[in-house]
């Protein structure tokens, strides 16, 4: 079994921050007495991104994972950077295929999240890459679809 | 990083990694980019793709249009996290190399470090990198020939003593040698100095005749002289030049005023992005040279006041176009060049010519849009759409990083 595990170093790049905006120009008149306890806007980014030089976006395909949550067309937050440890859902490429499962280094398996799948062996020949450590699906709720929402 | 465009390609395509890749230019035109396996198909680097074509084919080489975006983008993630990782700050050279100052590292970690750098992009990024550690500049991209020569070092190369440089000197052409083009090379090696390691042995006062103090300053570093700093702060450019080859030929006015409007915009955005003012435009059309009527011409304007507005960019550059464009030429390339660069705050009042009310908050405005939903969305109307002069990328891969219609789609079974 070959499994190249990611993410021996951990960092931080870039981190984006949204800075507060006053509510009150600036220029005249009296201030707005909420100026001086604006905490700032909160960022998504902050948020749901650790690493933001190490993160990527993809679009979740398929039904096997319906039971962490991840639905077909979710939209997946993948890390590159985070340390992958057992339980974690992670996306490996497995003979040159990405997918997606629950890393279970202890069994030497990949599991899906659904009862209609069976956990994927990783056999002794089979060439086994982390791709990255998926952190969040988000999932659309609105009726009639994503519309321009992404 | 080696075949950095061909890498690129195959960072989300796990199932092409054990492919041959090259990268063609702009318009399909020629390969600009190959890798190991393209190389011993016996492809050929800047030969045009369309007489290679038959042989990448046979040889069972995958063939990309060059996807700047996807470049663009794996480089300056590469670039941000190597800065996160070293003590001072990269100095970023090219879309594909940077020098780092390992001064603050201890001598007997270097190696343990370096390779440190090497897995945290390969994990993070997908990228293989090379990491050369020497005293000087010149001598630690000597070293990067030594990584692509000897798959023994795993990628890292620490030359530290004399004795080192001088066994790779002795084994790298003097062509490859940084700074040293076609030209010298062909002076120098008429006068018998064939390797780097010979060059490194030229007296001063031979390499000032030659070719002045450049070439001395390239002997004493190869000889282990740090000559050259390292600038992790780049001066602001002093030219911002945007300009392409079109797609197909064209022959009226309004699509090489679109193009050249376009051009203008993006060399904008270039000019905002290291808070510059320009205070000279000019733009440029020609035929290709191997038409039977060639033409080619060029006017420039000085902008009173500077201005870093795309609306006045793009008029004036449209401006000048009409008064270059000839009827009954088939014009194959256009560009717009900004010229005399000064930081914003340098800017002048110029009563006669008014700057365009809020013209800073606009731009951010467009260049934030633009930066969100991919380079664009917000276009000025002059711009037109992508049609004529935008160019063939007929095998282009997807966007993967920078646009939310082409991420990466993922099979869960």
Known sequence: ?150 | MRSFYCSCEKVFRPDIRDQGVVVTSNNDGVVVALDDKAKAAGIKKFEPYFKQRELIERAGVLAFSSNYELYGEVSGRIMATLAELVPNGIEVYSIDECFVDFSAVPRAELKAFAAMLRDSIWQQQGIKMGVSIAPTKTLAKLGQSAVKQYAQLEGVCVLEQAHQWQWLGARVDVSEVWGIGRKLTAKLKARALRTAGDLALMSQADARALQGVTLVRTVRELQGEPCIDIDSQPQPKQNIISSRSFGQKQTGLKPLQEAVSHYAVRAGVKLRAQSSLCFRLSAWIQTSVHDAQPYADELSVSLPGGTADSRVLSRTAVALVAKLYRPGYRYAKAGVALHDIRPERFAQCDLLAPRPENSARLMGVMDGVNQRFGSGAIMLARQGGEAGFAMKRAMKSPSYLTRWQEIPRIRLG
């Open chain 1, 1 to 150: 079994m070959k499994i190249n595990p990611i993410g021996f170093v951990s960092v931080s790049v870039g981190e984006r921050r949204l800075f507060p905006l006053y509510l009150s120009r600036v220029a005249a008149g009296f201030p707005s007495p909420a100026d001086d306890y604006l905490d700032g806007g909160l960022d998504l980014n902050e948020h749901l991104i650790a690493h933001p030089a190490a993160t990527y976006f993809a679009r979740a395909e398929g039904d096997s994972m319906i039971e962490l949550g991840i639905f077909s067309d979710d939209l997946l937050i993948i890390d590159r950077a985070a340390q992958a440890v057992d339980g974690d859902v992670v996306v490996v490429a497995i003979d040159g295929l990405l997918t997606i499962k629950v890393l279970d280094l202890a069994h030497s398996r990949l599991l899906p999240a659904n009862k209609l799948y069976r956990p994927i062996e990783i056999s002794a020949e089979s060439q086994v890459d982390i791709e990255g450590v998926v952190l969040h699906a988000v999932h659309h709720l609105r009726a009639g679809g994503r519309g321009a929402c992404l």
